[in-house]
């Protein structure tokens, strides 16, 4: 299918991506507005593409009538793991790639690319200028009032949001460590031909206590923006969408495409919100999409 084949496919323009039946749970972004969309800065991550749970179409859909000056891409576009154990790359996971160059061509967006977890095989190449697109390993995003945001993929935090409880106890010095234990650990998994063990993937598939292991998550990312004198934090890799005080930082988690459709925007005066792109009916039984779910992060 070739490209316009694609884009003239999706629903631009109907009002099924606008249906106000969805009310996410804690959430308190606006509805979404009618017509064109247009944000000085725009947050998508965790696309997969070159998966199966990748909601590729709804994706084009948004991409096709968002305009933004600044767009970022915060990790897990393109999950090159799993590409190499099989390949899987239909028309319209190219067509994501060619709307976000299209966004960089035709209208002058900035892109900048952070890689995450499955695409970390860029994280060697990195400061890097392709194709228009910036790829940096983290950068700090600065509001048009002025406020300052971290933005990383997150998934360095892993191994400290499992052991969070025993490196309180030790400090503040065990806790770099850990980070960086982590870091190292999967960059010699990376180099043996492994890819990255993701603790979030494995906890939130094991363990019961998801619910906890998210709030640790959103804890260490918070801590990291203030460590460094920051205003907020933005990042991906949990696949939960999610916005909230946490001891005077903004956490912004943009979510993702395969499971919650979600972008975080920045408007004009430097307002955030998160955006929920608008569903359409979901088939999938619970514990499937739980599944997908854990096996993607
Ligand atoms: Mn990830």
């Keep these: 299918m070739a490209l316009d084949d694609v884009l003239d496919s999706s629903p631009v323009g109907s009002d099924d991506r606008f249906s106000s039946s969805y009310k996410p749970a804690a959430s308190k972004s606006p509805p979404t507005p009618r017509?064109?969309?247009?944000?000085?800065?725009v947050w998508i991550s965790d696309f997969h593409l070159g998966t199966r749970g990748c909601r590729a179409e709804r994706l084009l859909d948004f991409l096709a009538t968002v305009r933004c000056d600044t767009l970022y891409l915060v990790g897990d576009i393109i999950d090159a793991w799993a590409?190499?154990?099989?390949?899987?790359?239909?028309?319209?996971?190219?067509?994501?790639?060619?709307a976000v160059l299209a966004l960089h061509r035709d209208h002058g967006t900035r892109i900048v690319y952070v890689p995450g977890n499955h695409d970390e095989?860029?994280?060697?190449?990195?400061?890097?200028?392709?194709?228009?697109?910036?790829?940096?390993?983290?950068?700090?995003?600065?509001?048009?009032?002025?406020r300052r945001y971290l933005v990383m993929h997150g998934d360095a935090f892993d191994a400290v949001c499992t052991e969070a409880r025993w490196l309180a106890v030790l400090g503040d010095y065990a806790y770099r460590g850990v980070i960086?234990?982590?870091?190292?650990?999967?960059?010699?998994?990376?180099?043996?031909?492994?890819?990255?063990?993701?603790?979030?993937?494995?906890?939130k598939y094991q363990v019961k206590n998801a619910v906890a292991y998210i709030g640790r998550f959103e804890e260490a990312l918070a801590?990291?923006?203030?460590?460094?004198?920051?205003?907020?934090?933005?990042?991906?890799?949990?696949?939960t969408p999610s916005r909230r005080d946490v001891d005077g930082i903004d956490?912004?988690?943009?979510?993702?495409?395969?499971?919650?459709?979600?972008?975080?925007?920045?408007?004009?005066?430097?307002?955030?919100?998160?955006?929920?792109?608008?569903?359409?009916?979901?088939?999938?039984?619970?514990?499937?999409?739980?599944s997908r779910r854990a096996a993607s992060v």
Aim: with cysteine.
């Design 35 to 41: 017509g064109f969309h247009r944000y000085r800065s």
């Design 121 to 146: 095989m860029l994280r060697d190449f990195l400061p890097l200028d392709l194709a228009g697109i910036e790829f940096c390993d983290e950068c700090v995003h600065e509001t048009a009032d002025g």
């Design 83 to 98: 590409l190499k154990n099989a390949w899987y790359w239909p028309a319209s996971h190219g067509a994501v790639i060619q």
């Design 223 to 239: 801590d990291e923006a203030k460590r460094r004198g920051l205003d907020g934090i933005i990042c991906g890799h949990i696949h």
């Design 180 to 203: 960086v234990g982590n870091s190292w650990f999967n960059t010699v998994r990376r180099r043996l031909g492994y890819p990255y063990w993701s603790l979030s993937a494995f906890l």
């Design 251 to 290: 956490y912004c988690n943009d979510g993702d495409w395969v499971e919650s459709c979600t972008a975080l925007t920045e408007d004009f005066a430097g307002r955030m919100s998160l955006l929920y792109w608008g569903r359409g009916t979901d088939d999938e039984i619970p514990a499937e999409r739980e």
